[in-house]
């Protein structure tokens, strides 16, 4: 049996077309909106609506870690438009018709943190399955997903703004990943909660793991634990107890699957 798995695909539908070539199935960890594109400052969501200069400046802002100022500018760039929200949705939407078209059959996804989870169920088709807290048998194996990231503890997901990525309490997290039984293949968009496996090199920072997981990892031993989201991460696999932890890399950038054997 052999499995492509891919997270943090950002809007590369090409790539994405010839991911499950070779491949029994694909996994898809989540992340298939290109909202802002740091390598192409006239792509992306930010980039298409507003144009190359301004993500420039918002760019920099996030390079330079003045992360109050780039929240405060991106509000600002929204706040321009009359119906910020519609005009995201639209964007997203398009996107979303050129990704889930692109996907190989079977495909097996579950939504990252820059997704919106609730339109999915507009563009999967036959033989594409979205899963989120729920394990689906791929190759005689349990497959277990958990989609999304999340917040800091205390801290509640925000309602209003232009964009609202999909971040989880960590209660609601947990509640998802306590879903997740008997798993073999244990598969998030967010790493567990290892050090390691948290930390950006480019950001210089950690991004929030989910202790969740890793108490699932600990508990039931999986074969391996799959995920994305940390673009470059410190330690891209290890192992933790029995359990191969993997990133699965930055498909946008990287256009090769991460292959799955057995």
Not at 55 to 61: D, E, I, N, P, T
Not at 225 to 241: D, Y
Request: charged share 20%.
């Amino acid at each position: 049996m052999r499995v492509h798995v891919v997270s943090d695909v950002h809007g590369n539908a090409e790539a994405l077309a010839r991911a499950g070539d070779g491949a029994d199935a694909l996994v898809v960890l989540g992340d298939l909106i290109d909202f802002v594109d740091y390598h192409d400052h006239s792509a992306g969501i930010l980039g298409t609506v507003f144009g190359a200069d301004k993500v420039s400046v918002f760019a920099r802002l996030r390079r330079d870690r003045l992360h109050g100022a780039a929240g405060a500018y991106a509000r600002e760039l929204w706040a321009s438009l009359p119906d910020a929200a519609a005009v995201v949705e639209d964007a997203v939407r398009g996107q979303y018709a050129k990704l889930f078209a692109a996907m190989a059959a079977p495909t097996y996804a579950t939504p990252g943190n820059v997704d919106m989870p609730a339109l999915w169920p507009e563009f999967a088709r036959d033989g594409v399955r979205v899963l989120d807290g729920e394990v689906a048998e791929i190759g005689g194996l349990r497959f277990g997903f958990v989609g999304g990231a999340v917040l800091p503890a205390g801290v509640e997901p925000r309602r209003n703004g232009a964009f609202r990525p999909y971040l989880r309490t960590q209660d609601d997290y947990a509640a998802s990943t306590a879903a997740l039984t008997g798993v073999d293949v244990l598969c998030s968009h967010i790493p567990p909660d290892v050090p390691e496996l948290t930390y950006d090199v480019m950001a210089r920072r950690a991004e929030l793991g989910s202790a969740a997981l890793l108490g699932v990892i600990r508990a039931q031993a999986p074969r391996w634990a799959l995920f994305g989201h940390v673009h470059q991460p410190l330690a891209a696999r290890m192992r933790v107890g029995r359990t191969e932890c993997a990133n699965v890399g930055h498909f946008q950038r990287t256009r090769w699957p991460y292959v799955l054997r057995w």
